[in-house]
């Protein structure tokens, strides 16, 4: 944490990290270790591309409406957890990446109002998820 807090990583690269500790917790690694091998294959990764950071997020979407009792989700473009699984570092990021997964129609708004959108992803948006993960296979 020193050596993350001292800006040996600038946001980028401390999004890369946060994507590398994602993907190890989802590969059954509960407590990623954060050492300086981790910390210098974030520095020099690349970063996720615009489709990848849309898919992301959109399984995170998805998945967070799995475990809720209703089929859309309040999303804030200040929330740490949504900003991690998408890889972006500003709201602005997201709110582009949420507006395009709109576009797309794999993502539908569900409720407006002036201080929220509830998202719900689409049965387009659900086969897409499912052609990704079958594409990464077991």
Excluded: C, F
């Amino acid at each position: 944490m020193e050596t993350i807090n001292a800006g040996a990583l600038d946001e980028q690269a401390r999004a890369r990290l946060t994507t590398a500790l994602i993907d190890r917790r989802r590969d059954g690694d509960d407590a990623p270790l954060v050492d300086s091998n981790l910390l210098e294959e974030s520095r020099m990764a690349s970063a996720l591309s615009h489709e990848a950071r849309a898919t992301r997020l959109l399984s995170h979407i998805e998945d967070r409406v799995s475990a809720a009792p209703r089929r859309s989700l309040s999303l804030k473009t200040d929330d740490p957890g949504t900003l991690a699984h998408s890889e972006s570092w500003t709201g602005g990021q997201l709110q582009e990446l949420t507006d395009q997964l709109v576009k797309t129609r794999l993502l539908y708004i569900d409720v407006l109002t002036p201080d929220s959108k509830h998202y719900g992803v689409t049965i387009r948006g659900r086969m897409r998820l499912h052609a990704a993960r079958a594409d990464v296979g077991p």
